[in-house]
């Protein structure tokens, strides 16, 4: 290497350094000077810088494989979890933490803000994860976390409520270090490399699509005694698109918009509605679906069935993924064939391995997420589910805004706007009945 070949070059005799290499027989004064030796070294200098650099290739590439067949490789496991005591590449379910985790899941969809839960969580002296992983004996230390921080912080919230692995989904190589650098780079969603169905779940799909959906919501923080609006983040002005702001008038609760009540008629005007008007609306709308829907069992069954025809025309059919699977390593073989005959190198050998068992590895992906998607199919139409459970609602409560509604826009002629998280599907039925069917703007 070039910095090697400065020391002994330059350096050691400049400061009168006497250089002995035992493993090269090398013993030389600083005065000796030997040029066919310099040469030497120098090419030993270059092999040696090329060894690490192919370990570290070797190592990278052995991770990567792991990683592509759902097989945990971390230092640590996701608070919630523990590695297997049988297989350290495995990961089980800590069962007081991800009773912690299911809290704070339920916290979240109920409307408490992500700092309220870090403070309930440290009134109850709950430990945070760190905290709890130097409780259970690990040498564990959180290198984005002030000296002395001990409880729970809002990030700390909000990690646990974006960590997909809590889905049962291996998700790794979120961020990639060099050799030479301190810190880590994140990567893109596309790089990450995930793996569903690799350990037990903590939080059904359901609850996390729920969360997600929140998150990328602008509620307000509640106190620890308030609940969230039933509303929050869900209203918004249907001309200037901003979103409503609660006011309290007379025991009253209204909203306005937050254009007008910010900055004034001059931007927007008032778009007043009480929060017993727009339950009604909503209320009377939901219960009008529900009446609309003459045989909602029958309707299930076909968009189930539609469903699952759109899904195998995207995907393909199960056998030309075993299909592929099969040409691959066949492919694979004939490679190490051409190896060991010496017709490609062993670098070009490592290249098409590496190919070919990415490609084996995301039609894998493809069959067992198809399987997923056919013992899925009767639920992945939640809201039909409530709908027959609840052939007609009273009352609204947070949970079924979340469920039901995407967007609610007030316009200034006192008309409402709801979309609702299956307008689409709803629109498609409506194509389908004969009868008059419920207007959703």
């Not at 291996?170 to 569903?196: G, T």
């Not at 002005?237 to 937050?258: E, P, Q, S, Y």
């Not at 190198?345 to 990415?358: A, I, N, P, S």
């Amino acid at each position: 290497m070039p910095e090697v070949s400065k020391y002994t070059g330059e350096y050691f005799p400049s400061k009168r350094v006497r250089f002995i290499a035992i493993n090269d027989l090398v013993d030389r004064d600083y005065l000796d000077f030997d040029p066919d030796e310099d040469m030497l070294m120098d090419f030993k200098n270059m092999f040696n810088g090329f060894y690490p650099k192919d370990i570290s290739k070797k190592v990278r590439s052995t991770f990567r494989s792991k990683q592509n067949n759902g097989q945990f490789i971390g230092a640590f496991a996701s608070y919630g979890y523990v590695k297997s005591a049988l297989d350290h590449n495995k990961l089980e379910i800590d069962p007081y933490a991800a009773d912690i985790v299911r809290r704070i899941f339920a916290m979240y969809t109920k409307g408490i803000g992500q700092n309220t839960i870090a403070k309930i969580l440290n009134e109850e002296g709950v430990p945070c994860p760190s905290e709890y992983k130097k409780q259970c004996g690990l040498n564990y230390h959180n290198s984005n976390r002030l000296d002395g921080t001990s409880y729970w912080t809002y990030s700390t919230i909000r990690n646990i409520l974006r960590n997909e692995i809590y889905t049962g989904s291996m998700v790794q190589n979120k961020s990639f270090r060099h050799m030479c650098k301190k810190n880590a780079i994140s990567l893109p969603r596309q790089k990450w490399i995930v793996v569903e169905n690799t350990h037990t779940p903590v939080i059904d799909w359901e609850t996390w699509d729920k969360v997600q959906s929140l998150l990328k919501r602008n509620t307000r923080q509640t106190g620890l005694t308030n609940n969230v609006h039933l509303f929050a983040g869900y209203l918004k002005c249907g001309d200037c698109g901003r979103a409503m702001v609660k006011i309290k008038r007379g025991g009253r609760i209204l909203f306005n918009c937050g254009s007008y009540n910010r900055y004034g008629k001059e931007f927007c005007t008032i778009h007043s509605i009480t929060e017993e008007e727009l339950e009604e609306i909503i209320l009377e709308d939901l219960n009008l679906i529900i009446r609309s829907v003459q045989d909602i069992k029958k309707i299930a069954a076909e968009e189930n069935q539609r469903q699952n025809r759109t899904h195998f025309d995207s995907l393909g059919d199960i056998s030309k993924y075993q299909a592929e699977i099969e040409r691959l390593k066949k492919r694979k073989e004939r490679a190490y064939e051409d190896y060991a005959d010496g017709l490609i190198t062993k670098d070009e050998y490592r290249q098409y391995r590496d190919k070919y068992q990415r490609q084996i590895a995301a039609a894998g992906a493809a069959i067992e997420k198809m399987n997923r998607h056919k013992e899925r199919m009767p639920d992945d139409n939640p809201w039909m589910e409530r709908l027959l459970r609840h052939r007609e609602f009273h009352h609204l409560d947070r949970d079924m805004v979340v469920e039901m509604l995407s967007m609610i826009y007030v316009y200034e002629d006192n008309t409402i706007k709801i979309v609702y998280n299956f307008s689409e599907e709803l629109e498609a039925f409506r194509d389908r009945e004969t009868g008059e069917a419920p207007d959703l703007s």
